[in-house]
Antibody
């Protein structure tokens, strides 16, 4: 069974940083592209970033470009999202998601940016 | 403003059929597979349809997907109160190099 488990969310101050992690299991992680998708309170789904299976191709939404960095460690079956220069509008539930188009989703981790 | 366009809401009575549209362009729906997801309040999205019209195991055949040109449609027959949820379409946009979603459609079963 495919499982994606996010962690690392919490409260951060504007301008601060957080690092999210996603632990993958139930499939050969190194063979699949991955994404981060977020959902602000009461809003729809917003794609954040994509990383290919070998990390050779990475793309970001304009809203996070230059502030967020995605990476993966295929030996550890893990996906990461380093979020810097956080803003109030980054407040959302962040989902780790597999494939393009997305087929599997994690349960999400809450990120709140507030002073 | 979402890249893919969905109606904000649809409604129908129990037992009836409803369709949800998703409109895009040649850079997304026109040349890539479409997926559909549903999301209950406070939970993660769940895959309903992939590759335009394929159902994952465990999804009943009351749910169907189709694609024509730059538009896709989700159909739900035999509506149940448990189908009340938000529904999203999604695909890859080759021009943006991005995953794109519709704005979501809230289904109400009256």
């Amino acid at each position: 069974e495919v499982q994606l488990v996010e962690s690392g969310g919490g409260l951060a101050q504007p301008g601060g940083s957080l690092r999210l992690s996603c632990a993958a299991s139930g499939f050969t992680f190194s063979r699949y592209s991955m994404n981060w998708v977020r959902q602000a309170p009461g809003k729809g789904l917003e794609w954040v970033t994509y990383i290919s299976s070998s990390s050779s191709s990475i793309h970001y939404a304009d809203s996070v470009k230059g502030r967020f960095t995605t990476s993966r460690d295929n030996a550890k079956n893990s996906l990461y999202l380093q979020m810097n220069s956080l803003r109030a509008e980054d407040t959302a539930v962040y989902y780790c998601a597999r494939d393009v188009p997305i087929r599997y989703w994690g349960q999400g981790t809450q990120v709140t940016v507030s002073s | 403003q979402s890249v893919l366009t969905q109606p904000p809401s649809v409604s129908a009575a129990p037992g009836q059929k409803v369709t949800i549209s998703c409109s895009g362009s040649s850079s997304n729906i026109g040349n890539n597979y479409v997926s559909w997801y549903h999301q209950l309040p406070g939970t993660a999205p769940k895959l309903l349809i992939y590759e335009n019209n394929e159902r994952p195991s465990g999804i009943p055949d009351r749910f169907s997907g189709s694609k024509s040109g730059t538009s896709a449609t989700l159909g739900i027959t035999g509506l149940q109160t448990g189908d009340e949820a938000d529904y999203y379409c999604g695909t890859w946009d080759s021009s943006l190099s991005a995953v794109v979603f519709g704005g979501g459609t809230k289904l109400t079963v009256l």
